[in-house]
């Protein structure tokens, strides 16, 4: 059951100016980099509670009809569903099914999708390598994204960056007739930050 990104993101819960705060940059060296961490670390927070952080269109890819359709991600509401598309038995073709042979219910933060009462799915052409496709809206603006979530983004971001800094795994540097100095990282540094990421957003699960 593939679940594709359609149109992404345009606006992320953390801004540039919030990631470089996090990680005390001050110039703009490193811009790049950092833009590029922030859809990557909301991506990874998403993972966890298969939450949608950053609004996008998503197409949901499946191979046959259910009694009715959960959609596996949150949050989308009833407005959001914009079309369902399947392949006509008969005609092998590519169709979108009326808004009207369908009902779109809320169930907690995600909704499902059934058949109009006294009604069932139409046959598709399951030999088809897209059969029915589900396309709908998905996430928050970033305004209105929960804080501990954007902490979580943040001390991802942190995390990430921190895996290209050059002296994260350094042992010893040694320079004749100065000195040396020597970093010993501990083994749960690791894991610190993903566990604090995880433990922030695990009341986001639905």
Same mark, same amino acid.
Not at 68 to 88: H, Q, W
């Given at each position: 059951?593939?679940?594709?990104?359609?149109?992404? $993101?345009? $606006?992320?819960?953390? /801004?540039?100016?919030? $990631?470089? #705060?996090?990680? =005390?940059?001050?110039?703009?060296?490193?811009? *790049? *980099?950092?833009?590029?961490?922030?859809?990557?670390?909301?991506?990874?927070?998403? /993972?966890?509670?298969?939450?949608?952080?950053?609004?996008?269109?998503?197409?949901?890819?499946?191979?046959?009809?259910? =009694?009715?359709?959960l959609v596996p991600v949150a949050p989308v509401a009833i407005d959001d569903v914009s079309s369902i598309k399947y392949v006509d038995?008969?005609?092998?073709?590519?169709?979108?099914?009326?808004?009207?042979?369908? *009902?779109?219910?809320? =169930?907690?933060? /995600?909704? $499902? !999708?059934?058949?109009?009462?006294?009604?069932? +799915?139409?046959?598709?052409?399951?030999?088809?390598?897209?059969? !029915?496709?589900?396309?709908?809206?998905?996430?928050?603006?970033?305004?209105?994204?929960?804080?501990?979530?954007?902490? #979580?983004?943040?001390?991802? !971001?942190?995390?990430?960056? /921190?895996?290209?800094?050059?002296?994260?795994?350094?042992?010893?540097?040694?320079?004749?007739?100065?000195?040396?100095?020597?970093?010993?990282?501990?083994?749960?540094?690791?894991?610190? !930050?993903?566990?604090? *990421?995880?433990?922030?957003?695990?009341?986001?699960? +639905?």
């Amino acid at each position: 059951m593939p679940l594709r990104i359609a149109d992404a $993101a345009t $606006a992320y819960p953390v /801004s540039l100016a919030e $990631a470089k #705060a996090q990680l =005390r940059v001050v110039d703009a060296s490193n811009d *790049v *980099v950092i833009k590029a961490l922030i859809p990557a670390a909301t991506k990874l927070v998403q /993972s966890i509670v298969q939450r949608v952080y950053a609004r996008q269109t998503l197409e949901w890819v499946l191979t046959s009809w259910r =009694r009715e359709l959960l959609v596996p991600v949150a949050p989308v509401a009833i407005d959001d569903v914009s079309s369902i598309k399947y392949v006509d038995w008969t005609t092998q073709s590519m169709q979108t099914l009326d808004r009207a042979d369908y *009902v779109v219910q809320t =169930r907690g933060d /995600s909704v $499902a !999708i059934f058949p109009r009462f006294g009604t069932c +799915w139409p046959i598709v052409f399951a030999h088809s390598p897209e059969p !029915i496709v589900v396309t709908f809206d998905a996430g928050y603006e970033p305004a209105d994204v929960p804080e501990n979530v954007k902490v #979580a983004i943040m001390l991802q !971001i942190r995390h990430l960056y /921190s895996m290209g800094e050059a002296n994260l795994t350094l042992r010893r540097d040694l320079v004749i007739g100065v000195g040396e100095k020597q970093y010993e990282l501990r083994p749960e540094f690791a894991t610190m !930050i993903p566990d604090a *990421v995880t433990g922030l957003v695990l009341s986001e699960v +639905w």
